[in-house]
Structures are given as structure tokens and as C-alpha cells.
């Protein structure tokens, strides 16, 4: 994609699933990329984020993934960088779930990524005339990733190159808004999706746990 070459790129959540196939594929067609993650000293759960904006920010990034998600982060990382980028031309595209549409159970997760949505979608209203920053939100159903450890039948889910796709075309030059995406997996027959929901609920309240334990350490 020629448009990415030269461009300042930042990753959320770059060394694994649709975040490492996004970081990769900026890399190969001549970005210069960015990627914060545990591995870098960069966890998201740290100050909520505060740490990734300033460095974005620093930087002047030109888009940004916002992709990895802890409570409240991912949308304060959204809402900070749109409002200070609010007179320059950039783009924000974020990894939601359509979880916003069909629940599972993971209260404080669906309410974070509803929270999102609804805000790309009031954004849109304000574009380009009160805010230049261009944002988008990706509603993704269910793609093999961290979320679904655990569960079988893979050939049912989003492969996460290919969702990473979704997410990386929104950044191509624009004459309108994309405000909010859905994009479902196949569905699994109704008498496997509870099961399937089950192991989903867990993994996200895994995630939380050990999220709180990694501040408890420190």
C-alpha cells in the first residue's frame, strides 16, 4: 500500500494477533512504525496509557492502531490524541467488538468498546469542520486470537491477517466517514456458541486479573 510508505505509524498491542499483523504489514510497505507493548516497556495498563499518548504525541504520529485494550486505556488514548490532533490531518482506528451488538457476559469489556464506538460515531458529526483528525471504530466479531485460547473449530473465526486488513485499509486517504465497521465471523451453530461465550467470558476476566496483579507488583 503505497500510501503507508514514509508515514508515522503507531501500534497498540504490536507483538501478537491482528496487532502484530497490522505492525508487520505498515513495516513491509515503508512505514516507519511504532509498536507499544508489554515487551517494550510500553503496557497499556500502566497510567492508562499516559505514557503511549505522550510518546504519539512527542512522535507525531500520522496514524494511529489503537488496538490493545485494558479498562479505560484504549479509550482515553482515543479521546486525548483526537482532541489534541483535533487541527491536523491524522487517523485513529480502533479495535472494537461486536460484542457492542450480541453479549457476552464481560460487563466492564463491552461497556469499554460500546464506549468507543459511540464515540468515533458522535465524532463523525464534527468531521473536518471542528475536528481535522479523521477516527474510525472496527466493531470485530470473533478472530482467533488471545480472547478465544481455548476454543476449537478455528475455521469459524476472522484469521488475523485478514482483520488487520479491515483496520489497515480505513487508513487510506478519504473524501468521507467510516465511522463504525462491523465485521462478523461465521457463526458457529447455536448449540456451540455457549460454550464458545463461556471461554470468551473467562479469557477477558483472565486478562483483567492478571492485569491487576501486574500493577499489585509493582
Not at 482515553?76 to 460484542?99: C, E, P, R, Y
Not at 464534527?126 to 478472530?143: A, D, L, Q
Not at 489497515?168 to 460454550?195: D, G, H, T
Request: glycine letters at 6%; charged letters at 25%.
Amino acid at each position: 500500500m503505497e500510501m503507508l510508505k514514509g508515514k508515522r505509524v503507531a501500534v497498540t498491542g504490536h507483538t501478537s494477533g491482528i496487532g502484530k499483523e497490522i505492525y508487520d504489514y505498515c513495516m513491509f510497505h515503508g512505514a516507519d512504525v511504532r509498536g507499544y507493548s508489554r515487551s517494550n516497556g510500553y503496557n497499556i495498563a500502566d497510567r492508562t496509557g499516559d505514557h503511549i499518548i505522550n510518546d504519539c504525541l512527542g512522535w507525531d504520529a500520522d496514524i494511529v492502531f489503537n488496538h490493545a485494550w485494558v479498562p479505560r486505556a484504549q479509550n482515553k488514548i482515543l479521546k486525548i490524541l483526537h482532541t489534541q490532533w483535533k487541527d491536523k490531518d491524522k487517523v485513529i482506528i480502533n479495535t472494537g467488538s461486536a460484542t457492542c451488538y450480541y453479549s457476552i457476559g464481560a460487563d466492564v469489556y463491552e461497556t469499554d468498546k460500546a464506549e468507543l464506538r459511540d464515540y468515533c460515531i458522535m465524532a463523525a458529526k464534527e468531521f473536518p469542520y471542528k475536528n481535522k483528525c479523521r477516527i474510525h471504530n472496527v466493531s470485530m466479531g470473533w478472530t482467533n486470537s488471545a480472547i478465544l485460547d481455548g476454543v476449537e473449530d478455528g475455521e469459524y473465526f476472522i484469521p488475523p491477517y485478514e482483520a488487520a486488513l479491515v483496520l489497515i485499509n480505513l487508513a487510506q486517504p478519504q473524501n468521507y466517514v467510516v465511522s463504525e465497521i462491523v465485521v462478523n465471523a461465521k457463526f458457529k451453530p447455536l448449540k456451540n456458541m455457549v460454550a464458545l461465550r463461556d471461554i470468551a467470558q473467562n479469557n477477558v476476566l483472565k486478562s483483567l486479573t492478571d492485569e491487576r496483579n501486574d500493577q499489585g507488583a509493582k
